[in-house]
């Protein structure tokens, strides 16, 4: 449900499931508010895609716009890309934090940007009329390919290099939307040789998160696409591979908002957050968040906000 962040409630609801499920993200209709304030341009309304990291972030920026007395309007956990750019195009959401180079990518397949600098110069022609980025930040959060140390070290694997000369099938678990993105499995094959006979995939719908990971845990997949940030890397001792030939393009974090309300407060404010936002900044949050204190991202959002005073 859209909840104003003044006490008022904004007419809609999210379609039931919207948050993950596959069949919300093949929906031809995932939000359906009935709300008109987004033709107000005196309000924002603020989107999250349907994992904690991007909710934090989009805390942030919903508070932070609110200390600068933007009127805001917040609408969480809408879905994954596919999902929440129909709400963009629509007007039911005004403003959403996303990652640079999977952001190109779905609007731009065939860009041969690879640096983190290639790839934000390409987003302005990419995007369509009407939408546009702010700058991007140093935080970055990409996804990444995870193995565990066992089989790392059984099959000499470090890299997603190595993995063409496997003689083990390969058996990948992720965001079901993977199977169709440039840097899933057609990716392994097309960039790193891998034969595409020996690849299954396992659509896994949280984003990385303990179901991925126990997937990868217990040998229903044996490898897994999990964000970088995510805690559980570290603490069951995962081994990243590495990406020499850069299949997944950087992804620096950055507002995405409709043209329409970008206004010169607006700018100033989320460019102010950009500046300061950082990995370590992620990877602390999310920790917070995914761990034992399981802080909410309101409240995340509130003490990041008040330990870098920026307003």
């Not at 005196?42 to 609110?66: D, K, W």
């Not at 702010?134 to 997603?160: H, I, M």
Request: hydrophobic share 40%; glycine share 8%; proline share 5%.
């Amino acid at each position: 449900m859209f909840t104003s962040r003044h006490g008022r409630f904004a007419a809609g609801i999210l379609a039931a499931g919207a948050i993950v499920s596959l069949a919300a993200c093949s929906s031809a209709d995932p939000l359906d508010t009935g709300s008109e304030s987004s033709g107000d341009t005196e309000t924002i309304i603020v989107g999250s895609a349907g994992f904690a990291e991007s909710e934090i972030i989009a805390e942030i920026y919903a508070q932070a716009l609110e200390a600068n007395d933007v009127t805001v309007e917040f609408a969480g956990q809408i879905g994954q890309r596919d999902v929440y750019v129909k709400a963009l195009e629509d007007g039911s959401i005004d403003l959403i934090p996303d990652y640079s180079g999977n952001l190109l990518q779905f609007f731009d397949e065939g860009s041969d940007a690879k640096s983190s600098e290639e790839v934000f110069a390409a987003l302005p022609d990419a995007l369509p009329d009407g939408f546009e980025v702010l700058d991007q930040s140093a935080a970055e959060d990409k996804d990444s390919y995870n193995v565990t140390k066992e089989f790392s070290e059984q099959n000499g694997v470090t890299s997603l290099a190595d993995l063409a000369g496997l003689s083990v099938p390969l058996i990948v678990g992720g965001n079901p939307e993977l199977n169709e993105r440039p840097y899933g499995p057609q990716g392994l094959t097309d960039v790193y040789g891998v034969d595409a006979a020996k690849i299954s995939f396992v659509p896994i719908s949280d984003s990385g998160g303990p179901l991925t990971s126990g997937a990868l845990l217990d040998g229903t997949v044996n490898i897994a696409d999990i964000y970088s940030t995510t805690p559980s890397i570290k603490e069951n001792g995962f081994v990243t591979l590495e990406d020499p030939e850069n299949l997944i393009l950087p992804q620096n974090v950055l507002p995405l908002i409709n043209s329409d309300k970008a206004s010169d407060t607006v700018k100033d404010v989320l460019n102010t957050i950009s500046a300061e936002l950082t990995t370590e900044d992620l990877i602390e949050l999310n920790a917070r968040n995914q761990g034992d204190e399981k802080a909410s991202p309101k409240d995340l959002a509130k003490d990041w906000l008040a330990d870098k005073d920026l307003f």
